[in-house]
């Protein structure tokens, strides 16, 4: 896992939670592309987190090799759909699966850089302590935002948290109930994505609130 | 894998969508063409692991979208689509 700050020539700024395209070009003209969420917040400097597939054809490039003054070719800010910039007294709800978190961290980020007190809870699961992003930041959350997390694979010695996937019994502990008309943001794998907003959906939420970004194993 | 797991979503091909529509087509609202279903063209099912993208109706299933590009053209279907009701975001 690394994160990376980027320097955009002509970039126009972004809104939290929209993302990016990174082009390679190999000698010869063979082009690969993957898509990364941006984790910074508007105004921000740019900064994508990416994880290491190690049989991937990009993000060993950008984790593992990539240097300070290093060039490549960038698309975006991507995306009008999962975004979120603060307007509204709805509670928000975002959920997170692994690297799912960075589109979600952008917005806790804003919320934080905009002085929001939108009440705001993250359920954010992680196959272990040490897998957890942005953790320290996340140890000290802005007034108002709740952080949970639940760690599926191995917990520490003395943990409290969560430690199972998500279910129904945990979405119905940590997410308001649907009178409260929460907005939500849901960010994870395919299977991660339908387990936690079907569950939401049982809840009562109507399908229309939740707003969902799916990632795929492609590197 | 198995190809549920392949399965992404229309926000996958929004940088796509962005270069052939010069706009942001995620948080635009389709219907298919195929059971009438009415949603933003981010929540469609997305397969990119064809040598085209491929996009699904969340509904019915239908494919409503697809698109195969080359280093000097692009092809775009539509057919299984009826509108898009494009949102400035």
């Known amino acids: 896992m690394r994160t990376l700050v980027l320097e955009a020539d002509g970039w126009t700024g972004h809104r939290a939670g929209q993302h990016l395209d990174v082009r390679l070009t190999a000698e010869g003209g063979y082009q690969a592309e993957r898509s990364y969420s941006i984790a910074s917040a508007p105004g921000e400097p740019l900064g994508i987190t990416i994880e290491l597939l190690d049989d991937g054809e990009v993000s060993p490039y950008l984790v593992e090799e990539v240097r300070n003054g290093d060039r490549f070719e960038l698309r975006g800010p991507i995306g009008g759909y999962f975004v979120w910039d603060g307007s509204g007294d709805a509670p928000v709800l975002l959920i997170a699966g692994g690297s799912g978190v960075a589109p979600l961290m952008s917005m806790i980020r804003h919320r934080a850089a905009i002085g929001s007190r939108t009440p705001t809870r993250l359920l954010y699961s992680s196959r272990s302590w040490d897998d957890v992003i942005y953790r320290t930041e996340l140890e000290e959350p802005a007034d108002g935002l709740e952080v949970f997390h639940t760690l599926t694979r191995s917990q520490p010695p003395g943990w409290t948290g969560y430690a199972r996937r998500i279910d129904q019994e945990m979405l119905g502990e940590v997410a308001w109930p649907a009178s409260e008309e929460p907005r939500v943001f849901i960010c994870g794998s395919t299977r991660f994505v339908d387990a936690a907003a079907d569950g939401l959906v049982a809840m009562g939420y109507p399908p229309l609130s939740i707003r969902t970004e799916r990632f795929g194993a492609t590197g | ?89």
């Open chain 2, 1 to 89: 894998m198995k190809t549920e797991e392949m399965k992404l979503d229309g926000n996958a091909i929004g940088g796509l969508l962005m270069d052939i529509f010069g706009t942001d087509l995620t948080a635009s609202i389709g219907v298919c063409a195929t059971c009438g279903a009415v949603g933003h063209m981010a929540a469609v099912d997305v397969y990119v692991h064809a040598p085209g993208v491929v996009g699904r109706c969340r509904t019915c299933g239908s494919v409503m979208i697809r698109i195969v590009r080359s280093e000097t053209k692009t092809w775009l279907d539509l057919s299984g689509t009826r509108s898009i009701e494009i949102v400035e975001s």
